[in-house]
């Protein structure tokens, strides 16, 4: 139990995969202008990393490990990914629309982000197990959701605030990045 | 190799049977011709139509309820393009949902606003600000000029005038047709 515990507070601080692995830095910049859609992106991408990182994991350890087809490990999870994102838009608009609403543009955009398939293959590096791999891949998403609403509560901060011209739009919120990248390299200690 | 592509191959065939599955099963039930004609609404949302927004009356016509003549600020422009869409005869603009004309813009007298917040209430897209006793204003660039804030007035302090036709606000008439040579949006 201490042991995944550990994977989830080391995934969501310490390795934070936005602010100290550099993955996902995509949406982390681009879908944090208002706080509403970066909770919408955030849970979208909680939902889709948890159940990729567990297919992933499925679809690696009895399907490709048993026929010796390791090399096609990123080919493999790319197209598990894409259509579990697929078959989860498709779902969500048939059965709720309101959260369809929300998530919208965000489903697919999770596609091709590369956190999601950083996870599915950072899970084989680490031998990670099923339960393993599930607490990893929610951990990840977690510790990106965090960082993006709080990035997105920054960033609506500054909208309003008095920055100077020079440093006006994407200059400001990059040193921000940065500053929020440095302040959790300080979770490194834990 | 072989193995290989077989694995991928076969992968691919069950995730796609899945989604085609998924697709079918799931399929929403949505109404595309409602879409359609909303789209070439005006969605100026001023009910004269008889019906409380430019959607409800798209859903109208397609039920059969409303005719397709009944969209004053869309103009004979709108009514011919929706008399294109849905095959239809097209027919003159009934004279009981108002009369067309150039596109307005809601404004307030404001020092003769008393603040009593009812065009407010009666605004359709939330294009007047204010508060209780203070002086309203309208936002012009949400203002569609539906009229519905003119009657409410107690003070009779809101008027509508047209905006004038400069290069900054031109913009191609309302609905975004292709004007034919018979019907040139410009002749009217």
């Known amino acids: 139990m201490t042991e995944y515990l550990l994977i989830f507070i080391s995934t969501v601080l310490v390795n934070n995969f936005v602010l100290v692995k550099f993955l996902g830095l995509c949406p982390f910049m681009s879908v944090s202008t208002k706080l509403e859609t970066a909770m919408g992106m955030g849970l979208a991408t909680t939902f889709v990393l948890t159940l990729s990182s567990v297919c992933s994991y499925l679809v690696n350890e009895y399907l490709l490990v048993p026929l010796g087809l390791e090399f096609l490990r990123t080919i493999a999870f790319i197209l598990v990914i894409a259509v579990l994102v697929q078959f989860t838009e498709i779902v969500v608009h048939k059965t709720s629309p309101l959260l369809y609403q929300i998530l919208g543009i965000f489903l697919p955009l999770i596609t091709t982000n590369c956190a999601v398939l950083g996870v599915a293959l950072l899970n084989i590096q680490e031998k990670h197990g099923f339960i393993e791999s599930a607490i990893y891949g929610f951990g990840a998403a977690i510790g990106f959701s965090l960082v993006l609403v709080l990035f997105a509560a920054m960033r609506e901060r500054l909208a309003v605030a008095d920055v100077p011209l020079v440093f006006k739009g994407a200059p400001i919120t990059l040193i921000t990045a940065g500053i929020m990248s440095m302040a959790f390299m300080g979770f490194s200690g834990l | ?188």
Request: aromatic share 4%; hydrophobic share 40%; charged share 20%.
């Open chain 2, 1 to 188: 190799m072989i193995v290989a592509i077989a694995v991928l191959g076969g992968l691919a065939l069950i995730f796609g049977l899945l989604l085609g599955y998924a697709g079918v099963r799931f399929k929403v039930e949505g109404d595309p011709v409602v879409d359609q004609i909303d789209a070439l609404l005006p969605q100026q949302q001023c009910g004269k139509c008889g019906y409380p927004g430019c959607r409800p009356y798209a859903e109208g016509i397609v039920k059969g309820e409303a005719d397709i003549n009944q969209c004053s600020p869309g103009g004979k422009v709108g009514m011919l393009a929706l008399a294109a869409l849905l095959d239809r005869e097209p027919k003159p603009l009934s004279s009981e949902h108002g009369v067309e004309q150039a596109q307005m813009l809601a404004e307030i007298d404001e020092l003769n606003c008393i603040g009593c917040t009812l065009c407010i209430q009666a605004c359709p897209v939330d294009a007047i600000l204010g508060a209780p006793k203070h002086m309203h204003t309208v936002i012009a660039q949400e203002c569609t000029g539906c009229e519905l804030c003119v009657a409410p007035c107690p003070v009779d302090c809101i008027k509508m005038v047209p905006i004038p036709e400069a290069v900054k606000t031109w913009k191609w008439p309302y609905p975004g047709v292709q004007s034919t040579p018979e019907y040139s949006p410009c002749d009217n």
